[in-house]
């Protein structure tokens, strides 16, 4: 019998995390986007005060998925939320448990660490990945809309 397992992700684990990262990039037909490295990842989920933390989800010992998160902060309910940046398994490992193992291992950590929230955020034409959330009891937010600032407008707007 095969077994998922979900452990923290360590240092020794960043090429696997770039390797799902540019997996997920490809999905999202973003991969022209990723800017990571492996010297990258290194500074800013493995840095001594980095804020960053990741999952690795094996299955009989090999990768086959991950999760990013980080935790923010609400202000209405004067406590923590964690945040999933991203969450990611390989399309031949699907239907395997790994993302709702990913899921409940996030949802275990945000109740552990006293947050008030889990939220993320999924691409509006990702309707597959929005199924499989709602079917879990998430909730869209339909009343809020993200804004980004990033590269030059960030530098320029950040200077004046």
Not at 53 to 71: N, P, Q, R
Not at 75 to 84: D, N, Q
Request: proline share 4%.
């Amino acid at each position: 019998m095969s077994q998922l397992t979900i452990r923290p992700a360590e240092v020794t684990d960043i090429d696997t995390i770039l390797y799902f990262i540019k997996e997920l990039a490809i999905y999202e037909k973003a991969e022209h986007e990723v800017l990571a490295t492996p010297e990258t990842i290194r500074s800013s989920m493995f840095a001594e005060h980095s804020g960053v933390h990741g999952l690795i989800c094996e299955l009989d010992g090999e990768a086959i998925g991950f999760s990013v998160y980080f935790y923010n902060y609400s202000t209405w309910l004067a406590k923590p939320g964690l945040y999933l940046e991203d969450l990611y398994v390989s399309p031949e490992h699907r239907g395997k448990g790994a993302g709702i193992a990913l899921l409940k291992r996030l949802a275990q950590i945000a109740v552990e660490k006293g947050c008030g929230r889990f939220e993320w955020s999924c691409l509006d034409w990702n309707t597959p990945s929005r199924e499989f959330y709602e079917s879990l009891g998430a909730e869209p937010q339909h009343e809020w809309i993200g804004y980004r600032m990033s590269g030059e407008t960030l530098v320029n707007f950040a200077e004046k």
